[in-house]
């Protein structure tokens, strides 16, 4: 989730055009963006620029790192640091202890070219993620450029996650020359990327393609932009918690590992071998890639004794405390040689001095740290835990509803548990996943309930300001689902499935399309207009279906549909969800010439009893049944039902039939 735009941003924006000694016009005429874009942004009247808009500026301007970073964060586009997020980034700054196996396995990786998918797993706190900075620290010191980023646990995954984020924000800070020259030949990336639309050259076609056609330029587009990106030794992306990507997300990033040889595209990624079963996507990928020699996979294991007791000492060093044997031998006995249980005990140690401070789990850990919080922390944190790993502070002030003051009190005692800490200027992230999941599980079934309904209404109320709300369909769906809301989290639901189906993201959009028809089913609600939307939904969902490699949940959506509309005695629409159901017996994927005889049979029983529909609806039918007996070269057949579909379509003043 973005942070949100700062209120400063534009007297920030002013400053610096001053310092440059720039009048709005000349910033303008340097940035390529227009001198009232200029003005809105220094007025306030426009609180957050697209992020091309930034890199323009900052380009401009000839901004240091430094200020370049403070810009992009009060615009609310800081880049997320994923080598201190989730289980593992709990010991971002510790030493590697206990690790020269993967490290000698990271050294072999940038010596050699082949293979280019280099993935470590393990439990969760294992490590991964401390590994994955080390790969970042290496990789620019060979020649690679660096893209990072993540998956996160929620309902409502973005699409193509986890490499949407790092492809947005590997174009911040570019300038106008470089970004064309990276854009070049990209220009159907900006399905993933609208923003983009103004600065690519490539015209996309007009009208629109087959899904899978679509879906194939896209990823195209992605792979040719990191082509672009590409120095030296090539582009390297170290992706964190492989296991929460979206299963679109998934497919494009291995359609950029088709082949190793002349390759400059390159991976390091991380997941929880815990939440991957047999049947995940992830597997199924990491699998292809194995067959194909392209990738090679390192299961991390628990530290030994020794090491783990390395690790205490070089805690205690750096936090300039001392513990003493007892306690050391007590942590590293319990912890089990998971570096995160290590260090969440020593941050009990800090939190819960005279207490109870060596946890038996960390799940215990989080509790005793809880219980020595003020009541409005704790609240905070419950409030927090149903939102997500990273969540916005005004949300959580209207959550809670007590008074701001009291509220960031309570936000500063939660950081100082090591709890919740700051990320960004106006946003909070939780210090570890299994932080969020342990409270989320103490929550009873009513809170939980209560909290999903209250975080629902105020990221509602917050849409139209929100520039990326856009995004937060699913997000409202799952908020309201779980808040016991059905009527309001199916409209989101569908909400979602559309703006998938937008962008191509399939499978995002079956699964919402999905949520929607449970959730109009649950409503339970018999009147016409819930039947109506029921139906329209199953619609949606076939469409969808359409690029599956099996046409028979295609025509199972379409005929439920068919059904409720039957039902409901309405003639026009069932006779032409039946045409829709004869071009998928003629088109749709895995068409055989069995199930082409089964389409003309369905079609033919479907005009003899909807002899009393409109000419228009029975044209339609009639005219998919010529292309399903043409296939047969049942020519004397075709040309009958050809002649009176045209005969009907005239009829109805309908020329298009």
């Not at 849409?463 to 937060?472: F, K, L, M, S, V």
Request: aromatic share 6%; net charge negative; proline share 5%.
């Amino acid at each position: 989730m973005s942070a949100l735009p700062s209120p400063e941003f534009g007297s920030m924006l002013r400053r610096y055009r001053l310092a440059a000694r720039l009048t709005q016009e000349e910033l303008a005429e340097l940035s390529g963006v227009s001198p009232r874009a200029v003005i809105a942004l220094e007025r306030g009247e426009r609180r957050r620029p697209y992020r091309h808009t930034l890199a323009l500026l900052v380009s401009a301007l000839q901004l240091s790192a430094w200020d370049t970073e403070t810009l992009q964060r009060a615009a609310g586009y800081l880049p997320v640091d994923r080598s201190h997020e989730g289980c593992d980034g709990a010991a971002r700054a510790n030493p590697l202890v206990g690790r020269s196996r993967e490290l000698a396995a990271l050294e072999r990786y940038f010596e050699n070219p082949a293979p280019p998918v280099l993935v470590f797993a393990g439990e969760p706190g294992i490590g991964k993620s401390r590994l994955l900075q080390e790969a970042a620290r290496m990789a620019p010191t060979r020649g690679y450029t660096v893209l990072q980023g993540g998956g996160q646990r929620r309902s409502g995954q973005e699409p193509y996650a986890p490499l949407l984020e790092p492809l947005s924000h590997s174009l911040i800070g570019l300038s106008r020359s470089r970004l064309h020259d990276a854009l070049t030949g990209c220009g159907w990336l900006t399905r993933l990327l609208p923003e983009l639309l103004d600065i690519v050259n490539a015209p996309l076609p007009i009208g629109s393609l087959p899904p899978e056609q679509e879906r194939r330029l896209v990823f195209s587009a992605v792979a040719r932009y990191l082509r672009n990106r590409a120095n030296g030794a090539g582009i390297l992306l170290l992706l964190d918690d492989l296991q929460w990507s979206s299963p679109d997300g998934l497919d494009l990033l291995g359609s950029l590992f088709q082949v190793a040889d002349v390759n400059p595209i390159r991976m390091i990624g991380a997941y929880r071998d815990s939440e991957v079963l047999s049947d995940h996507p992830l597997n199924e990928l990491l699998a292809h890639l194995a067959e194909q020699h392209l990738a090679d996979q390192l299961t991390l294991n628990p530290l030994g004794d020794q090491d783990a007791m390395s690790l205490l000492d070089n805690l205690a060093q750096s936090s300039e405390q001392t513990w003493d044997d007892q306690v050391k031998e007590r942590i590293v006995q319990r912890a089990g040689g998971v570096p995160f249980f290590l260090v969440s005990c020593t941050h009990g140690l800090d939190v819960n001095r005279g207490s109870d401070i060596v946890p038996w789990s960390v799940a215990q850990s989080i509790r005793q740290r809880m219980v020595t919080l003020p009541q409005i922390a704790q609240e905070i944190l419950c409030a927090a835990a149903v939102l997500g790993r990273v969540m916005e502070r005004s949300v959580i002030c209207q959550m809670i509803g007590s008074p701001e003051n009291q509220v960031l009190k309570g936000l500063d005692l939660a950081g100082q548990a090591h709890l919740l800490l700051p990320h960004g200027k106006s946003t909070y992230r939780f210090a570890h996943d299994v932080v969020r999941e342990s409270i989320d599980a103490d929550l009873g079934e009513a809170q939980r309930m209560l909290l999903h309904k209250r975080a629902g209404e105020v990221l509602e109320a917050g849409w139209e300001w929100n520039r990326d709300g856009a995004r937060r369909a699913a997000e409202l769906a799952w908020h309201f689902s779980e808040g016991d809301e059905p009527e309001r989290a199916l409209a989101y639901a569908i909400q979602a499935g559309d703006e998938d189906a937008a962008i191509g993201a399939h499978i995002e959009g079956k699964q919402h399309f999905q949520t929607a028809l449970e959730l109009a089913r649950r409503a339970n609600n018999h009147e016409p207009s819930a039947k109506m939307l029921e139906a329209a939904i199953l619609e949606k969902l076939s469409a969808l279906l359409a690029v599956s490699p099996s046409a028979d949940e295609v025509l199972e959506s379409l005929q439920q549909a068919v059904s409720i509309y039957h039902e409901l005695g309405d003639r026009e629409n069932e006779g032409r969800v039946i045409a829709q159901i004869g071009r998928a017996y003629y088109w749709g994927v895995g068409t055989t010439p069995e199930r082409r005889r089964e389409g003309i049979a369905y079609l033919q029983a479907a005009r003899r009893s909807l002899e009393d529909a409109s000419d228009q609806t029975r044209a339609a039918l009639t005219a998919v049944l010529t292309h399903l007996l043409s296939s047969f070269e049942m020519y004397p057949q075709t040309l009958e039902a050809a002649r009176t579909a045209s005969d009907l379509a005239r009829a109805s003043g309908h020329d298009g039939i």
